[in-house]
Each structure stands twice: as C-alpha cells, then as structure tokens.
C-alpha cells in the first residue's frame, strides 16, 4: 500500500516535497516513481529512482529542477521539487515497479503551483 502526501497550493518559484510511504518488507526491492496527471492530460512520468537509491531517472521537464529520493528504513520516497511552475500543476502519484511495470500506486496529492 502506497500512500502519498505533501502536496499543496505555492507560488511559481516556490518548493515543495512530495513524500510516499509504503507499507510491507520489501520496499527496498522495488523502482520507486513518481508521475503526474494535469488537467485534461494523460498521466506522465515524471522521476524514479531504483531500490538503492544509486539510480536515477526524470523527465525533461523537470531535471534539474525536481529530485527523488528515497529512505528504505522508512520505506519512503520523497520528490523534492524546486522552482515550482504553472505547468507542475497535477495531482502526483507514487508508484511501484514490479519487473517492467508499475504495478502498485498510491491515491493522487495535489499540486496546485499559481503564477
């Protein structure tokens, strides 16, 4: 079970983190990602990070700006977003990858970024 939280309403050039925890024993086994959905777009990748944590992964979109992260003795996975634009608005949605797909995904958190 994947529960996600952290998100809120800022202003562009604003920070946030987004943070998601998962219950069970083997978090560390799993590629953690966060994607996005806008309003009136499809779903999006948007970071992963794979279960050390030594690999990383972003969309163009947000390099540079976002990072993931991740903390397996509290089975968590942060998305630290920095530089906040319009364009982040979403609701963002953690997820974990089983073999070549994401399987497991947690309820949506709100982003909400005002220019």
């Known amino acids: 079970q994947l529960q996600a939280y952290g998100g809120g309403g800022v202003q562009a050039g604003d920070s946030l983190r987004l943070s998601c925890a998962a219950s069970g024993r083997t978090f560390s086994s799993y590629v953690m990602g966060w994607f996005r959905r806008a309003p009136g777009k499809e779903r999006e990748f948007v970071a992963q990070?794979?279960?050390?944590?030594?690999?990383?992964d972003y969309a163009d979109s947000v390099k540079g700006r976002f990072t993931i992260s991740r903390d397996n003795a509290k089975n968590t996975v942060y998305l630290q977003m920095n530089s906040l634009k319009p364009e982040d608005t979403a609701i963002y949605y953690c997820a974990a990858k089983h073999g070549l797909r994401y399987i497991y995904w947690g309820q949506g958190t709100q982003v909400t970024v005002s220019s």
């Open positions: 990070i794979s279960g050390s944590g030594g690999t990383t």
